[in-house]
């Protein structure tokens, strides 16, 4: 009973595991609170004079085209709507809340709360994109400016901030692939693109609903992407490579240039996909190893929260021979005013409505202005240093390898894997993850295919302390000795978390999936309109 | 301001020297340079970046900021009539505060146990988006309206194999760029004329367009042009008969009081969710659904995370997870459906937590409410001479085209003119619908009260005259 907290803080300076739990609400799904007339917010009610002008408006609509009962939605007063969404947010394990190194490749850093109170000022929130420019004057001087900075950052000649997150810039670069060759005559014969299994799925997965056919490159033995193999592949079917650099094994690949000067010399285009940026700022450019595109995902390298999977933006950047191409429109400064330029007649046109997601785009900026250049080379330098620490110390937890580049290091983030220990346990990497969130953390296994056996991705970036890097590795130290003396405490967790093991078979099956509340009352529970 | 010493920067707590020199002390490395090994010294940046100096502390940081923006001038501060996709609406207090809750707000793609908030909160938004649409399938958020119109003709292609969308002529301009860049390489997009006197999908030209190479025949209720197309049964007929799937792009806020479209018989519905308690943000606000029937075939052409509700090994107990996740670009890559990834998650909460609020009758009243508004502003402006309003001879929803032809003015200069007393004018459709000539599509809410709508009246009776 009378447990000794100090227990769970520290012993000779190193941090202890926590007692953690998360909160565990038992919260009903919103129908299940629903109480038959109740009102959680009101509309302005229509005045008499446009009442008496317009009378019984419904009228005007055929029958046919109007709803015939109200939609079935709950009915909830206001603090009841509230209280139920904030014990949800608590149920959730937000960056602001634990020690997220453990979510590799997405870069979970720090999101500064000045940048989010900028974000939410009106002169940001209550703008309409129709206005005309004269009244947007310094929203247009926000997005102008930001591109000056990522034009320093990347090296290249100009910005397009539409694509509304990492993997719409992905397809907007397959796009302007795409167009490229078309204006050269040679759409129907360039139709392949390159990639490597490091980079992130979207650089195939875009390029493919683009129209390209897929050529995907393993590494060599030394998990380098292999040069050889690009050679064998290029030809004149190529349209251009889209890879990630550093990968997401961590390893940043030297040969980058020659890679980029082979598909060059096969007529094709390179885009870069630095989703991986966060430990290059400052370091090395997109322009200086020759590519024609790159993208930044702002909600990873430039701090902007990820909102449980978005809104955030994917910035493109093109050389001034690809810039004709980029979305329309773009923000122009003409010395005096800013204006957004749509004369620009080979673009590929729109990739979403208007201009980007602007509130993003405004915290990144603010972030990059609060740190300036020595900031930001600053922001890489200590990412790779806590990276290459976590990894060090990683190491030294029996049972862990970081396959590929032995005895290097790495830039931001390291694949590991768990493959010694699951031999010897038969305990794997998922389930030491579930384990791990008993403890308060995050942790990521990898994307599909499963190269590296039993992974698991981490990402320390440049906001966390030494103490806090050694907590998240004490909590993967301990639940890897329970695999070895405890394994069935591994096999079965979560224990401290929200909810217990989910039966994943319903998920598979059409007979059984609901993806609403009514189908699931409907299929599941018999219930509610067939 | 100046400091002695490295910069100890409060985003990035290792940079103290003694902490650093510690770290790689305990690596066995000299220095930071040495894990940067593979990176060659031809592509290394010698020197800084040519950046603008920081602003260190908070207060300068937001004076800079404020600055710049104080010469925004936003639609509250004048009176907007612009709609055209991103609309001014009441946002209540209680979606802002729940999207600025850090443990949403910087979250992002953890498992259901540790973020099972998020899967139950995407969950009930696609519930209460199901209960609107009349449809048992909605899809954790796309990026917006946009991305929803052209995945869901791309879903329409591979559910029938076939090469071509029939969509309809009053699609707006920038949408139709989209969709025919998305669609470049899968389908060939042919609009579809409408009748110049009510805006409707001509029927005629549909019956001789359409034929066995059409996946789908999409249009919008309301339109773009703000009439709302009452042929959706006969389109929706039309197309089944011809074995095309039909695709409708709907304004969930007037789905208070006008029909969803599956009661019509559309297959996949789509559209943007920005109406729905979400800031217009400058464009920043956007998010899109798609919904269908819950049928495996179509189930497993989404491209977007379907999240289902699934029991624990605790009896009672609701879990999360995705649905058929084998067909995502995560699982197979380029062999999934198109791609998924980060997007507007955050905005699909907010939606759920604005239709909570609202609830059935608070749907029915703004519907209604935003059309008695529409109908009285008609009915003001069509007072004035020289104004035809509405354009089209059709029922309307929230926006309405106001064709300026016999005012002698181009809708510019009356926008203009509008501008220095306060107003934002309506949409200039003037190139982007050329043969409309002088029109402008105007857009009102439930925002508006009756004197804005009078005072929109008079201003325009003043600049036309």
């Known amino acids: 009973m009378s447990e000794d907290i100090l227990r769970h803080r520290y012993t000779d300076g190193r941090p202890n595991l926590r007692r953690f739990h998360q909160a565990r609400w038992d919260e009903p799904i919103i129908f299940e609170l629903s109480r038959e007339g109740q009102r959680g917010i009101l509309v302005p009610e229509v005045e008499p004079g446009i009442r008496e002008r317009v009378g019984d408006v419904l009228g005007v609509l055929p029958e046919k085209m109007r709803r015939k009962k109200p939609p079935a939605l709950p009915e909830l007063a206001q603090p009841q709507v509230l209280r139920h969404y904030v014990r949800l947010s608590q149920e959730n394990l937000g960056t602001d809340l634990n020690i997220d190194v453990g979510q590799g490749t997405c870069t979970m850093k720090y999101s500064p709360k000045i940048n989010d109170q900028l974000a939410r000022s009106p002169k940001v929130t209550e703008l309409h994109p129709l206005q005309p420019e004269e009244t947007v004057q310094g929203i247009l001087e926000v997005m102008y400016r930001f591109e000056q900075i990522l034009k320093e950052i990347s090296g290249m000649d100009r910005f397009s901030l539409q694509p509304g997150a990492g993997s719409a810039a992905i397809y907007t670069n397959a796009s302007i692939i795409r167009a490229y060759h078309r204006m050269r005559g040679e759409q129907d014969q360039r139709d392949e693109i390159i990639t490597t299994i490091f980079s992130h799925p979207s650089n195939a997965a875009c390029a493919r609903t683009a129209g390209f056919k897929i050529i995907t490159l393993y590494p060599d033995e030394d998990g380098y992407p292999d040069l050889e193999a690009l050679k064998a592949v290029v030809s004149e079917r190529t349209a251009g490579l889209m890879i990630t650099n550093p990968e997401d094994t961590g390893i940043y690949n030297p040969r980058i240039a020659e890679f980029v000067r082979v598909v060059h010399d096969a007529g094709g285009l390179c885009a870069y996909d630095q989703a991986n940026a966060n430990g290059i700022l400052g370091i090395t450019r997109a322009r200086d190893a020759g590519f024609d595109l790159c993208h930044f995902n702002l909600h990873k390298t430039f701090s902007t929260p990820h909102g449980c999977g978005g809104p955030g933006a994917g910035v493109v950047g093109a050389t001034e021979e690809l810039v004709r191409f980029l979305p329309v429109p773009l923000v122009e400064f003409d010395g005096q005013r800013y204006y957004l330029d749509y004369d620009r007649p080979d673009s590929i046109g729109k990739i979403r409505p208007f201009y980007g997601n602007v509130s993003v785009i405004l915290k990144a900026y603010a972030w990059v202005m609060s740190l300036g250049a020595e900031g930001l080379r600053q922001v890489a330098e200590i990412a790779v240093l806590n990276n290459n620490y976590l990894l060090h110390k990683m190491l030294e937890i029996p049972g862990v390898s970081a396959p590929y580049a032995r005895g290097k290091h790495r830039i931001e983030q390291v694949r590991y894997s768990w493959q010694g220990l699951t031999e010897e346990t038969g305990v794997h990497s998922e389930q030491i993850g579930l384990r791990a969130a008993d403890f308060g953390v995050h942790y990521w296994t990898s994307h599909h295919p499963w190269i590296v056996p039993e992974p698991c991705t981490l990402e320390p970036t440049e906001s966390y302390t030494k103490d806090e890097l050694d907590e998240y590795v004490a909590i993967l130290a301990h639940v890897a000795e329970e695999a070895r003396t405890d394994p069935e405490k591994v096999r079965t967790a979560p224990h401290n978390s929200t909810i217990h093991t989910i039966d994943h078979a319903p998920l598979d099956d059409p007979s059984r999936w609901a993806m609403t509340w009514r189908a699931y009352r409907r299929k599941v529970e018999g219930k509610g309109e067939a | ?465």
Not at chain 2, 416 to 426: E, S
């Open chain 2, 1 to 465: 301001m100046t400091r002695d010493g490295p910069m100890i920067h409060p985003y990035i707590p290792n940079s103290v020297p003694a902490i650093k020199e510690q770290m790689l002390q305990e690596i066995g490395v000299n220095d930071i340079e040495e894990f940067y090994e593979d990176i060659p010294t031809e592509l290394r940046l010698t020197g800084l970046m040519n950046l603008p100096p920081p602003f260190l502390s908070e207060i300068e940081l937001r004076r800079h900021v404020e600055g710049l923006l104080a010469r925004n001038r936003t639609a509250d501060e004048v009176l907007s009539f612009l709609g055209a996709g991103c609309y001014q609406h009441q946002v209540p207090a209680v979606c802002d505060e729940i999207n600025q809750r850090g443990e949403f707000l910087t979250a992002y793609a953890g498992e259901p146990y540790d973020d099972h908030g998020r899967f139950q909160a995407l969950f009930e938004y696609t519930s209460m988006m199901g209960e609107l649409l009349n449809m048992d399938v909605v899809n954790v958020p796309t990026y917006d309206g946009f991305q929803a119109a052209a995945t869901s003709l791309r879903m329409a292609s591979r559910l029938t194999g076939r090469p071509e969308a029939l969509v309809c002529g009053t699609i707006g301009r920038d949408k139709l760029s989209k969709i025919r860049d998305y669609c470049q390489r899968a389908m060939e997009i042919r609009l579809v004329p409408y009748d110049p006197k009510t805006g409707l999908m001509d029927l005629k030209s549909l019956r001789a367009m359409i034929s066995d190479r059409t996946a789908a025949v999409y249009f919008e209720n309301p339109s773009y042009l703000g009439f709302v197309e009452s042929q959706g049964d006969e389109i929706a007929a039309l197309a089944h008969e011809h074995g095309a799937v039909c695709v409708v792009s709907v304004d969930p806020i007037s789905l208070g009081v006008i029909a969803p479209p599956a009661d019509y018989g559309a297959d996949i519905v789509c559209g943007d969710i920005q109406p729905l308690g979400i800031h217009m943000q400058y464009g920043g606000g956007h998010g899109g659904f798609i919904a269908t029937r819950d049928e495996e075939r179509y189930v497993m052409e989404y491209p977007s995370r379907l999240f289902g509700i699934a029991p624990t090994r605790v009896p009672g107990e609701y879990g999360f997870g995705d649905v058929a996740y084998e067909r995502t670009s995560f699982a197979q890559r380029e062999k999934g459906k198109e791609w998924v990834g980060t997007a507007a998650a955050l905005w699909g909460i907010t939606a759920g937590v604005y239709l909570a609020l609202m609830g059935p009758q608070g749907m029915v009243e703004i519907g209604e409410g935003i059309m008695a508004r529409t109908y009285y502003a008609m009915a003001r402006l069509a007072e004035i001479q020289g104004v035809r309003v509405p354009l089209f001879h059709a029922p309307h929803f929230q926006e309405f085209v106001v064709n300026l032809d016999q005012t002698g003015k181009t809708v510019a200069e009356i926008n203009r003119a509008l501008l220095a007393r306060g107003i934002f004018g309506g949409k200039d459709l003037s190139r982007e619908f050329p043969e409309l000539g002088q029109s402008a599509l105007y857009c009102v809410s439930e925002v508006h009260q009756q004197r804005d709508l009078d005072r929109l009246a008079e201003a325009l009776e003043e600049v036309v005259r």
